[in-house]
């Protein structure tokens, strides 16, 4: 079964920077495409950003310029979050969607993000 585990979570001051880590585990996961997504406290839980199995790579408009997603070796995907602002604040989630599929079959356990001063 696959399974998704988070980390790098954390409290930052507002400006400062943080790298979550996604590593995944029991399954191959060639052709899937790799999501980080957030909630926040009375809010939905919206798709941060994702990047597919041939590096196509997308972004919410809330984040451009300022959070990076990248893969590591072929199990792991990092999320570089700069210039963290306080609504920034939420969990954060890893997901891992199958190729030609358009909802995530496998989800992490979430990282809290709390940007403060």
């Known amino acids: 079964q696959v399974q998704l585990v988070e980390s790098g979570g954390g409290l930052v001051q507002p400006g400062g920077s943080l790298r979550l880590s996604c590593r995944a585990s029991?399954?191959?996961?060639?052709?899937?495409?790799m999501g980080w997504h957030r909630q926040a406290p009375g809010k939905q839980r919206e798709l941060v950003a994702s990047?597919?199995?041939?590096?196509?790579i997308n972004y919410v408009d809330a984040v451009k310029g300022r959070f990076t997603i990248s893969r590591g070796n072929a199990q792991t995907v990092y999320l570089q979050m700069n210039s963290l602002a306080p609504e920034d604040t939420a969990i954060y989630y890893c997901?891992?969607?199958?190729?030609?599929?358009?909802?995530?079959?496998?989800w992490g356990q979430g990282t809290q993000v709390t940007v403060a001063s």
């Open positions: 990047i597919t199995a041939r590096d196509d």
């Open positions: 997901s891992a969607t199958p190729f030609r599929q358009s909802v995530p079959t496998a």
């Open positions: 029991g399954g191959i996961f060639f052709g899937y495409t």
